[in-house]
């Protein structure tokens, strides 16, 4: 029976370490889009919200008010993201009665 359960701690301890290495390759990553040609933004694979980028001149507005837009924009959504991965964090905890889940190992 022990047998077993050693094999098994091998198979998590395996797939705890292809986690971490698949979040560090997301983390990494880097994605692109554009909407209109009015929006552009990058992402990473860990859906972080790198730089945002707003085409000023086609709304009218001068390059101050461009780059202050831009930079509220992106202040809200990183803090909407931040605020939205601390309940999902919270409700796994309640789920998981606390035990520590590797990132990747989503329930």
């Not at 077993?4 to 290495?21: E, I």
């Not at 860990?46 to 992106?74: H, N, R, W, Y």
């Amino acid at each position: 029976m022990f047998g077993n359960l050693g094999n098994l701690m091998k198979q998590v301890q395996q797939a705890q370490k292809k986690a971490a290495k698949i979040q560090d390759e997301l983390a990494e990553l880097t994605l692109e889009a554009s909407a209109g040609g009015l929006v552009t933004c990058r992402v990473n694979g860990v859906k972080e919200l790198l730089d945002l980028t707003i085409d000023g001149a086609k709304l009218g507005l001068d390059p101050e008010d461009t780059e202050l837009l831009q930079d509220s924009v992106l202040a809200a959504v990183q803090e909407a993201l931040r605020a939205a991965d601390e309940k999902a964090k919270a409700a796994m905890e309640d789920i998981t009665g606390g035990l520590p889940i590797p990132p990747g190992f989503g329930i």
